[in-house]
């Protein structure tokens, strides 16, 4: 199961990547959102699955959807033309990157104490322990994020409405 999650998440992710158009790119955003879902469910994390759904797929697409319509009411301009030494210099950085990413990944020690350990399963998340955790430990950070909502709501209406 974790390859299938995996892969849809990656595929995904590419293909978003790689797509010109802006709403078929959104589409496949939504796709490595489901994947990640699935993963958060491999990991006994049920409340993270169902919030990844509900706020990122649910909300987050909608309204990224919704102001890329709104704002998109003018012709994009060309592109440059292609620079052929930049594309290749930007895949040997990347190349770079990911190597030293897995050279990081693979010499963690959190995956060799899972090694050792064996794969046991994580004990199970539950609303209760979400609720009391966001609330008892992390009210600030939670207050913190609701202003910064607030704050780009505004900043989204001001957008759009020109004559306020």
Same mark, same amino acid.
């Given at each position: 199961m974790f390859i299938t999650f995996a892969l849809i998440t990656l595929l995904s992710a590419l293909g978003m990547l790689l797509q010109k158009n802006i709403i078929v790119a959104g589409l496949f955003m939504v796709g490595a959102f489901f994947g990640v879902a699935g993963l958060f469910v491999l990991l006994a994390n049920p409340v993270a699955a169902a919030l990844q759904i509900i706020v990122y797929t649910g909300a987050i697409m909608v309204l990224v959807l919704f102001v890329i319509m709104m704002l998109? !009411?003018?012709?994009?301009? #060309?592109? @440059? !033309?292609?620079?052929?030494? @930049?594309?290749?210099? !930007?895949?040997?950085?990347?190349?770079? /990157?990911?190597v030293g990413a897995v050279k990081l990944v693979f010499a963690s020690p959190g995956l060799k104490a899972l090694a050792i350990r064996g794969a046991a399963m994580p004990e199970a998340?539950?609303? @209760? #322990?979400?609720?009391l955790t966001l609330f008892a430990d992390h009210v600030l950070g939670f207050e913190v994020a609701g202003l910064l909502l607030? %704050? %780009?709501?505004?900043?989204?209406? %001001? /957008?759009? #409405?020109?004559? /306020?």
């Open positions: 998109n !009411s003018h012709e994009e301009e #060309k592109a @440059q !033309s292609p620079r052929a030494i @930049q594309r290749w210099l !930007s895949i040997a950085v990347v190349a770079a /990157l990911a998340m539950t609303l @209760q #322990k979400v609720g607030l %704050a %780009a709501m505004i900043g989204a209406v %001001a /957008l759009t #409405k020109r004559n /306020l």
